[in-house]
């Protein structure tokens, strides 16, 4: 997806992890893992998969891609999604008489059902977005165990949104906070301007700005409610803001700025998946052992 702003061209996310890693992968599918954590992309085009009648590609192709990584996790001993990042090309496109986002959260359910993963309980923190083009790219971390699953009191869970939004609802919850030997990483999903399940302020992208912010810091609190310590702050957070339209980028980050001072945020250009969605806002935070000793803060 293209990059806005002043670092234009090209970032990457880099995970650095201790001990040794090993990796393994084939046809689409790349993972690495450290005997603690599991890292793995996957891409699949739906143009491959051969035609079935009445089925739609995509919502197959999110179907066999989530089995895969399933099946994946179970044998490589990390059972836990922690954060799931979804990509697909024209999510906001019909075909087959069903939009493209809701084709994927069908499958990703059939998925979950078939895998004997309860939908209703867990669901890890995610985010799904629109590329121009390319295939369906779905990235996980995934662990030995289970995270700490926030919900936001303001929305409704995505499990329960009505069917208004789709035939089968989305599977994600809020946030994640994960553990790591001497560290804990919080994964807040892409969050948008949506209250109770009603998206905000329809055609104002400075005001959706401002909700998914009161969003964040709310998911905030409830982490920091959930999980004592030292408190996690939204100046402390790392940031990816995903703009409809390339010309809302100073209206959203002025908005940005405002709340969360310094922090490192990225910007770039992707669809959001509800077509009156202008904006949506992901965010990691990072807290260790040592940051927590040093403030005075006892963690059990
Ligand atoms: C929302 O709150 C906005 O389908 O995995 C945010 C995070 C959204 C994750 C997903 C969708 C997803 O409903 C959209």
Redesign the pocket.
């Known amino acids: 997806m293209p990059l806005l702003g002043s670092d234009k061209g090209m970032v990457s996310d880099v995970w650095l992890a201790g001990g040794a890693c090993r990796s393994g992968g084939q046809n689409g599918l790349s993972y690495r893992y450290n005997g603690h954590v599991l890292f793995a992309v996957l891409t699949l085009d739906e143009h491959l998969l051969t035609a079935l009648a009445g089925s739609l590609p995509l919502q197959r192709a999110t179907e066999q891609a989530y089995e895969r990584l399933f099946r994946l996790l179970d044998e490589q001993g990390y059972p836990y999604l922690w954060r ?1 990042w ?1 990509y697909l090309a024209d999510i906001n496109v019909e075909e087959g008489g069903l939009e493209r ?1 809701r084709q ?2 069908v499958g ?1 359910q059939l998925a979950y059902e078939k895998c004997g993963r309860a939908v209703g309980g867990y669901a890890s ?4 977005l629109g590329t121009a083009a390319g295939p369906l790219t779905v990235a996980v971390m995934a662990g030995k165990t289970a995270p700490v699953l926030l919900e936001n009191p303001r ?1 409704v869970r ?1 499990c329960d ?1 009505p069917s208004v ?1 789709g035939p089968r609802s ?3 919850s ?1 946030a994640a906070l994960a553990k790591l030997p001497g560290q804990e990483l919080l994964f807040i ?4 301007s ?1 209250v109770g399940h009603r998206t905000m302020h329809v055609g104002d992208v400075a005001a959706q700005t401002r909700e998914t912010l009161a969003n964040i810091a709310a998911v905030l609190q409830e982490a920091n409610r959930v999980a004592p310590g030292l408190p996690f702050t939204l100046s402390q957070l790392s940031y990816r803001t995903y703009i409809r339209h390339a010309a809302d980028l100073d209206a959203v980050r002025a908005e940005v700025q405002r709340q969360v001072g310094g922090a490192q945020v990225q910007y770039v250009q992707a669809d ?3 077509s009156d ?1 202008l904006v ?1 806002i ?1 965010a990691m935070a990072s807290r260790t052992a040592e940051q927590q000793d040093a403030a005075g803060v006892g963690v059990a």
Not at 125 to 128: E, S, T
């Open positions: 799931v979804n986002y994927f959260n990703r923190a995610a985010c799904a929305q995505a949104y939004y989305p599977v994600f809020r999903s892409g969050t948008a949506i959001v998946c509800r969605l949506e992901e």
